[in-house]
């Protein structure tokens, strides 16, 4: 495939005679294709040859590129004539409201003078600050690579103690990266600097990767987490002749350079230099264009944004107080305690930590609530045989935490408590309390009490009120506190815990309290998952979901937080942010009330749905639309205490979907009853359903999200026995066959995921 370029660029002339496919503007206007929009910042000084040789790489590819070149408006070019730089180059100002597929910054030859005093440096920043929102891979080279690191991620250059120039021998440290796909395990790359960036620096930043490296030459090659910027430090572009320029150039100036490194013949700089670079240059840009580009880029470019939940949260946040909740698998054992530490110590704004019991650290392991529980339950010699088999878990953590806690006095209260009806929650409440005090001691917070700020009233129920005021009155008091999830304390000061996941309850109660500008759930994955990875391998991470679409979710099944546990937040409109402690890097999920001002590539927001569904199908002239037939309908079902799932209606016909366990042993009393009070013509019962259900805050605006749906589902040859779109317009169900339940769920996924 071409590039494109604009009509009499010099390059056109050098490119076809190198039998390079170029195409003109002129040429171009025939074709009916969606070509990549490819931006050059070029900040080297020989423009003209910079621009040949980037276009040469471009142009090597299967893929057609709409070429254009920019330059710095606070800097004018030296080396390159005005006419050129006027007829071929465009300023930030006349392209800003642009978006592009791709982007390169160039090196240049400003590496001595610090970022800040390079003439042009604010406009860059503004360009790269750009970039974010309006490119979806940015290409850094060179002294571009440094200024990007810079910029973006806060790490500094350092002076060489020499030039380094030459060819030089790489290897790959990730070899999985697409970026080096099809490359030997030994390259070359020409380098060209005065400068550099230290490992122990870029490994110190989890959003970045190193991806190869020489040696003798440093780290070559870094991507982001999220694939959007490479930073590359050498210069596989160049030609074969371009370090001899620059070395003769230095000879004659009297600098007395050092011969570049494996680059003459015998170091023989009257030898013509021999290529060991172009076949690696060649495929590292198309290897950028097909993976970092065009497999990624949407086909509608004003879509590209800036997709990191960092990005957006400082944005639209002002972050001072963060409450950050750390569940079983969170705090399973030393080395986790140590992560979660690593975690909360890593930004000031975490403030109020809330902790769960430990949780399993393995398949194979038990929670310490569980078995807290059962020695509760159980009683007499099991029950400590029980108790001791935790109070040794508890020893290996605090051991390894050389926490300051007295774990054997601990656990003496809650051997003394065993048989006591009236401590029962006591006993089952202390994976969380001796958890809070670990976590306290080991990174130096206050431990607040839940048992001191979290209130039952006399009849077991959580007092908001109570809790709410002394709570509030507490936390201003400490500036940093660890704080026990899952129980409080009724009016006589017993202990009373909340159902399971009740810790998730207490972090939000707490985020509530102070005002949190956001609360954190820390678990073992990272987000909420678009579908369920039992039936999906390896489903995507919803970056942003509402109130709303979680709660559909969550009633059709969906792992996520209960309702119960995220009210407090809801209620007081706190976002909630959920995050993987074993991978601290990823953005996890953020749930709010309104994300308009959130973009997205996804237009759904997960699938989820459960199987055992049977409907009651009635057919009847006006049995729809007849409010008394329906309410007849219902009312069977009513009395029998029957949840109904879903009702699906027509003129004259009326679908009543219940769970099959509810129904079980009085199928045919219920059919009697409906034939009875609503006399159908006809009435069945569908067995064996499965519902799915599409949320997408999109669904009620975007027609196409109902046709993907039902046209993904077409192409599996998969029935749709039933299907209702959602009052609130962000639900629609789909009814199949309990043997086609996963497939089904597959196939939309796919349909809504695939590139």
């Known amino acids: 495939m071409p590039i494109k370029v604009p009509n009499n660029l010099p390059a ?10 170029v195409m003109t503007d002129t ?221 003769l150039r230095d000879k004659n100036a009297g600098l007395a350079p050092e011969v570049p490194c494996n680059y003459f013949p015998e170091d023989d700089d009257t030898r013509e230099p021999v290529v060991k670079w172009r076949s690696c240059a060649n495929l590292l840009y198309s290897n950028w264009l097909n993976y970092f580009v065009y497999q990624t880029t949407q086909y509608d470019i004003t879509q590209i944004h800036d997709e990191t939940l960092e990005a957006m949260i400082h944005d639209n946040f002002n972050i001072n107080v963060k409450v950050s909740k750390f569940g079983g698998t969170s705090l399973a054992g030393t080395e986790q305690f140590k992560k979660c530490a690593e975690i909360i110590r890593s930004e000031p704004e975490r403030r109020y930590i809330v902790v769960s019991a430990p949780g399993k650290r393995s398949e194979k392991d038990e929670k310490v609530t569980d078995l807290l529980i059962l020695a509760a339950e159980t009683g007499g010699k099991e029950a400590e045989e029980i108790l001791t088999k935790i109070q040794s878990r508890y020893k290996v953590i605090v051991r390894g935490l050389k926490a300051d806690i007295d774990i054997d006095g601990e656990f003496a209260e809650i051997f003394s408590a065993l048989g006591d009806p009236a401590k029962k929650d006591f006993i089952i409440s202390r994976g969380e309390y001796l958890n809070a005090k670990i976590l306290s001691s080991y990174i130096g917070f206050d431990f607040i009490d839940a048992r001191a700020v979290i209130f039952f009233d006399e009849k077991g129920d959580y007092d908001e009120e ?30 009373k815990t909340f159902s399971r996941g009740g810790s998730d309850i207490t972090g939000a109660i707490v985020a509530a309290a102070a005002g949190a500008d956001i609360y954190e759930n820390w678990t073992d994955v990272s987000g909420f998952l678009m579908a369920d990875p039992r039936i999906v391998d390896h489903p995507l991470s919803v970056p942003v979901i509402t109130y709303k679409e979680l709660r559909e979710l969550s009633h059709m099944g969906a792992r996520v937080l209960h309702e119960d546990a995220v009210f407090p937040v809801i209620k007081v409109e706190i976002p909630i942010n959920i995050r993987n402690t074993n991978r601290p890097e990823d953005n996890g999920t953020l749930i709010v009330k309104n994300a308009d001002y959130y973009q997205t590539n996804l237009s759904i927001s997960g699938i989820s749905g459960k199987t055992g569904y049977v409907a009651f199908a009635a057919e009847k002239t006006g049995i729809g639309e007849d409010l008394q037939m329906r309410s007849d309908f219902l009312d069977v079902f009513a009395k029998k205490g029957i949840t109904v799932k879903n009702i699906l209606s027509g003129m004259d016909s009326l679908n009543i979907i219940v769970h099959q366990s509810e129904i079980e042993d009085i199928e045919e009393e219920l059919l009697s009853q409906i034939r009875e009070k609503v006399a159908p013509v006809e009435v069945e019962v569908i067995r064996n359903l ?43 169900s789909i009814g199949v066959d309990g043997e086609d339940y996963a497939s089904a769920v597959q196939a939309i996924y796919a349909e809504f995921t695939r590139k």
Request: hydrophobic share 35%; charged share 25%.
């Open 466 to 495: 109570k809790t709410r005021s002394v709570l509030g009155r507490v936390l201003e008091k400490h500036e940093r506190a660890v704080i026990p999830g899952f129980y409080g304390s009724l009016p006589d000061g017993r202990i």
């Open 27 to 247: 040429r171009a206007m025939t074709q009916d294709i969606r070509p990549l929009q490819i931006l050059i910042l070029n900040l080297m000084p020989t423009k003209i040859d910079t621009e040949t040789q980037l276009t040469r790489l471009l142009g090597n590819t299967p893929l057609q590129v709409e070429l254009e070149l920019l330059q710095t408006s606070t800097h004018k070019a030296s080396n390159t004539s005005e006419e050129h730089m006027i007829a071929f180059y465009k300023t930030f100002d006349q392209i800003k409201h642009k978006f592009y597929d791709g982007m390169i910054i160039t090196g240049a030859p400003v590496e001595l003078l610090d970022f800040e005093e390079v003439e042009y440096w604010d406009e860059l920043c503004e360009i790269m600050e750009w970039s974010k929102r309006h490119v979806h891979s940015t290409f850094h080279i060179c002294w571009g690579a440094q200024a990007g690191l810079y910029y973006h991620y806060g790490i500094q250059k350092h002076q060489l103690p020499k030039k380094l120039s030459g060819v030089y021998k790489h290897r790959l440290d990730y070899k999985k990266g697409m970026l080096f796909r099809g490359f030997d395990d030994e390259f070359y790359v020409p380098h060209s600097r005065h400068t550099t960036v230290y490992r122990e620096d870029v490994e110190a930043v989890p959003e970045l990767k190193i991806i190869s490296s020489s040696e003798e030459a440093g780290i070559y090659a870094i991507k982001s987490k999220n694939d959007r910027q490479i930073f590359i430090m050498g210069h596989s572009e160049y030609d074969a002749d371009t370090l001899k320029k620059e070395y």
């Open 12 to 21: 056109i002339e050098t490119l076809t005679a190198e039998n390079v496919f």
């Open 690 to 732: 499965a519902i799915i259900a599409v949320v997408g805050r999109d669904l009620g605006t975007s027609p196409a999200i109902a046709v993907k749906v039902l046209g993904a589902l077409a192409n599996r040859k998969i029935n749709i026995k039933l299907i209702d779109h959602g009052s609130d317009k962000i639900n629609m």
